[in-house]
């Protein structure tokens, strides 16, 4: 019945925000999709062994594959070792590496330099039309249109990455923005789980007197700090699609209000805060820390990587106050400047194979995009406690930099937030600079 209940529920909200069904239950059958490409890999690569060519491609993530802790690192790490393997001596693909922080920035200069890699992840809405318009994402839907495409759990999850009619994009899995909390500091503070703003004031005001440090949170990386500020607005009524069209304005009291909220909640965040990176933010909740962790569910594989032993205490709530949800997926897309299409193409389908999808739930704690079958026993528990939140929710709406009619108003809100906390700007003042930005650059 979960299983049922929340498909249906994503399947309609992803139409708008990113989102879809997922299946769970014990599953031994073969992986066919990845037999047959392992198949066809081992008979293409007889014929290219022969002449002694193997094509190599690229692939830019945002982690270290080598050193990270990130199970769902580790899993990609899984899927380039399977795919070298099953097509050795005819495709190979190399793993270009950075950090979460400078990813964007370092794949732009390979973009401007003519060096874009053939693979590489990317974000949806306007972050990815910045690869579609110039041209140096690839179209997909030919090579969807050989079955792959049916394998998803449903064509919405494309919707984020269509483009004049076509897909430049594949998701490869489903994340919320939740709440983490530590359920033993909750229970030893004597706190239930916020449901309401005031409630989450309240838990906060009493960790803090049991002696705990109430949120952990960065700063430093600005989206991690907008993420609460795009739950805010959406807590105040904010409507985007009214501030792009001007039929609203930014001054209209509402993100006033919400960056107000922001300012009130962050009297709680960690002393460095202001300095502190996703990572570091992230292990002051696994390492306990911090009570409360504001991130998405795809910290799960991060905090069970990092300390195993930290799941049994690891609760998840809604962002409390709202009735819908940020969901956001990771996206694979292709260069149109690539060599080697077809070897491309091969590797990101193994991305969302069954195999890869399993582990994407069982061992990364996200939901998977395909149809797959997966055993829900053995997931992480905090994956159950994330389809708790997407079935209570009423709707998803995407992360505020990613919704946004440009990658640069995105950027704007972001940094227009973190102003506020650091308190170079009021509520008011940041309510007026992102009504100039739109009206000079949106409108």
């Known amino acids: 019945m979960k299983k049922k209940l929340l498909a249906a529920i994503l399947t309609v909200s ?20 990845g037999t047959e490409a392992s198949a066809e890999g081992s008979s293409d690569a007889e014929s290219t062994a022969d ?17 990270t802790e990130d199970l769902i690192s580790k899993g990609y790490s899984d899927v380039i070792d399977r795919f070298n393997a099953d097509y050795e001596g005819q495709y190979h693909v190399t793993a270009v590496t950075t950090n979460l922080e400078e990813y964007y920035p370092k794949l732009n200069a390979l973009v401007a330099s003519n060096e874009t890699p053939d693979v590489f992840i990317v974000s949806p809405g306007p972050n990815l039309e910045v690869y579609v318009e110039p041209g140096v994402a690839a179209p997909l839907d030919d090579y969807l249109a050989d079955g792959w495409k049916d394998t998803f759990s449903s064509d919405a999850v494309f919707s984020q990455m269509t483009y004049d009619g076509k897909i430049y994009a594949v998701p490869l899995n489903i994340a919320a923005a939740c709440a983490f909390y530590n359920t033993e500091m909750f229970e030893k503070a004597g706190v ?3 449901t309401t703003w005031d409630e989450m004031l309240d838990a906060c005001e009493k960790l803090e007197a049991a002696g ?9 990386t600005a989206w991690c700090l907008s993420m609460v500020a795009g739950y805010l607005c959406e807590m105040e009524g904010v409507d985007l699609a009214a501030l792009e069209d001007g039929s609203a304005s930014w001054e209209d009291g509402k993100v006033e209000s919400a960056a107000a ?28 820390e911090a009570a409360i962790l504001i991130q998405g569910s795809w910290a799960i594989a991060q905090i069970n990587g990092s300390n195993p032993d930290f799941e049994s205490k ?9 009735e819908r949800v940020i969901a956001k997926s990771d996206s694979l897309a292709m260069s149109s400047s690539t060599k080697y299409p077809e070897a491309c193409i091969a590797f990101m389908k193994y991305f969302t194979d069954d195999t890869a999808q399993k582990y994407t739930a069982e061992i990364g704690g996200k939901i998977p995009v395909t149809s797959v079958e997966y055993d829900e026993s053995v997931a992480p528990a905090q994956l159950s406690y994330v389809m708790d939140v997407f079935s209570g929710a009423k709707g998803t709406f995407g992360f505020y930099n990613e919704s946004m009619p440009t990658t640069e ?34 409108r």
């Open 409 to 442: 108003a995105g950027a704007y809100f972001d940094d227009t937030m973190v102003s506020v906390f650091l308190g170079d700007m009021t509520p008011a003042e940041a309510a007026t600079e992102m009504e100039t930005f739109y009206a000079d650059n949106c």
């Open 192 to 194: 239930k789980v916020p």
């Open 51 to 67: 002449s002694g060519e193997v094509q190599e491609i690229t692939w830019m993530f945002w982690d270290d594959l080598v050193a």
């Open 212 to 220: 705990y440090t109430p949120i952990t949170i960065s700063a430093g």
């Open 14 to 33: 992803m139409t708008a925000a990113l989102l879809a069904g997922c299946g769970s239950s014990a599953d031994t059958s073969t992986d066919a999709a």
């Open 314 to 322: 690891c609760g998840v709530f809604q962002f409390p106050g709202v």
């Open 261 to 288: 909220k922001l300012v009130e909640l962050s009297k709680y965040f960690q002393k460095t805060a202001a300095g502190d990176t996703n990572d570091v933010a992230t292990a002051n909740f696994y390492n306990e």
